[in-house]
């Protein structure tokens, strides 16, 4: 049985607005992010989800629960079944953003300048998105405090959360599933499944929508970073 995974990226935050590094330090949603949560949930109201995850971060909780609220008053609207309360929801640590050990919290700036210092000349965003597991391992390799990740840690939570979550759907038949992460999350699961289209598009917008299909065990990308129901 096909199980339909819906990455979506959290609203957007305090430390975005700032222009700060946010992997697993947290801030709370703007408005702008709360109501793109809310939009976020009112375009999944035709989907009827069998469970519902976030990554532990606050961010990430807060845009599931906003995004759920959302769908149910949709779908009451439209004279459907409530159905979120029925949905199972669960935050799990896998699906934490990277992190990025003594460039949390920074500036944005001094994680181009940790790039520059990697590579020896800027990167555009393309090419970042192209060498994911070179600037992962740089930064767990050079991080002083010891905490940033490597590529493999990384790529091992995430295929970890798929193969288990997919493979209890499928027992249960298949279904659809509500992720919420975060941007290089999404980016990786992109370049681990679909690497042809790891710039396509360059940038993972907040409460955009990405699909990974799982059937018998095979994974299939959909739309990546969709913001259609943004409006």
């Not at 995974?5 to 330090?25: D, I, P, S, Y």
Request: proline share 3%; aromatic share 10%; hydrophobic share 40%.
């Amino acid at each position: 049985m096909a199980v339909a995974f819906h990455f979506a990226r959290h609203g957007e935050t305090l430390f975005n607005v700032m222009g700060k590094v946010q992997g697993w330090c947290d801030t709370p949603l703007t408005g702008n992010g709360l109501y793109a949560a809310y939009r976020l949930g009112q375009g999944l109201a035709d989907t009827d989800f069998t469970w519902a995850y976030s990554s532990d971060s606050g961010r990430a909780r807060e845009t599931l629960a906003v995004a759920l609220e959302a769908r149910a008053n949709e779908r009451r609207l439209r004279g459907l079944d409530e159905g979120d309360r029925s949905i199972p929801v669960s935050a799990d640590a896998r699906l934490r953003e990277w992190c990025y050990g003594w460039l949390e919290g920074e500036l944005g700036e001094e994680m181009r300048r940790a790039l520059v210092d990697c590579f020896s000349r800027d990167l555009s965003r393309a090419e970042q998105n192209e060498r994911l597991p070179e600037i992962a391992n740089y930064f767990a390799r050079v991080d002083p405090t010891g905490r940033a990740e490597d590529f493999a840690a990384i790529e091992g939570r995430l295929r970890a959360f798929i193969a288990e979550t997919a493979a209890h759907a499928e027992e249960a038949g298949g279904g659809d599933v509500l992720v919420v992460t975060h941007a290089f999350v999404i980016r990786t699961l992109v370049y681990l499944y679909d690497r042809p289209r790891v710039n396509d598009p360059l940038k993972i917008e907040n409460a955009s929508l990405t699909e990974l299909i799982w059937e018998d065990g095979a994974i299939r990308l959909g739309r990546i970073g969709d913001t259609a129901h943004l409006g």
